[in-house]
């Protein structure tokens, strides 16, 4: 299920059983089987930016100020990417790691101490029955991927983060489960699948959190539907103050334009 908002600029596909409690914005939306949309629908494309925030320039600036060499170094490969083995827990402290690639086995746990992000220029998988934040804040994860290969969470793992991947698709498989914010090329997801939004109140409809999947080419979600969400995200908006996303319209780097924040 996907419980919130679905944007896409290309088609969104929904077949077999699958609740989308949310608004759908695609080029073209498709439901089919028992599947249903309770929000929205519009159809309309182009409506996101295919790269909002430039990859280049972040893994540039995690490059300055990486702090992977504080991994230790059972968790880390030769080709300088972060595994955690199965029945294996790592804990991250506030800071930024910029690390080959990502990958979480069976039973492997990545824990947070604080706001973390981390930056994967290959590969990323969590593997059935890993844990990537699940008893954490998805804002105390922030996930980008620079590679093109796809992003695999598949079935019985969790995770609880901000994932940034504008050039990889992301593939949900069996029953995992993925709370936070998502924004990929494409986002497929199968079989008993749950996609939970952080920051949100609880659905009545489908007792659960909302959802957000955004994906900038396609997205499509196939299977049967789950009603009940184990992990600890944040179910209700945080009234901690805090410096996030500001958005000024008009563009001030455009011409003479002088937008005010009030």
């Known amino acids: 299920d996907i419980s919130g908002d679905v944007a896409s600029n290309g088609v969104v596909s929904a077949k077999g059983t699958v609740t989308i409690t949310g608004n759908v914005t695609g080029s073209s939306i498709t439901v089919s089987g028992n599947s249903q949309v309770i929000g929205i629908q519009r159809a309309m494309a182009n409506t996101l930016a295919r790269e909002p925030l430039a990859l280049s320039l972040l893994f540039s600036l995690a490059q300055s100020s990486n702090n992977a060499s504080l991994i230790p170094q059972e968790f880390m490969s030769n080709d300088g990417s972060l595994r955690i083995g199965s029945g294996k827990t790592l804990v991250l402290s506030t800071g930024t790691f910029l690390v080959a690639g990502l990958a979480l086995n069976s039973q492997g746990f990545l824990k947070t101490n604080g706001p973390v992000s981390l930056f994967v220029s290959g590969p990323m998988a969590i593997n059935g029955g890993g844990d990537l934040n699940s008893q954490g804040k998805a804002g105390d994860l922030f996930i980008a991927v620079e590679s093109t290969e796809p992003v695999l969470i598949n079935g019985g793992a969790l995770a609880s983060l901000i994932l940034y991947a504008p050039k990889s698709s992301l593939h949900l498989n069996g029953n995992a489960k993925v709370g936070g914010h998502l924004f990929t090329r494409e986002a497929k997801a199968a079989g008993i699948s749950l996609l939970i939004q952080a ?3 609880p659905s009545p409809l489908a007792q659960m959190a909302q959802s957000t999947a955004t994906a900038n080419a396609g997205s499509s979600a196939e299977g049967n539907s789950k009603k009940a969400a184990s992990l600890a995200v944040d179910l209700n908006p945080d009234s901690t103050f805090a410096l996030r996303e500001i958005f000024v ?14």
């Not at 319209?249 to 009030?262: D, R, T």
């Open 199 to 201: 920051g949100m109140a």
């Open 249 to 262: 319209f008009p563009n001030p780097a455009i011409g003479n334009q002088q937008p005010v924040l009030h």
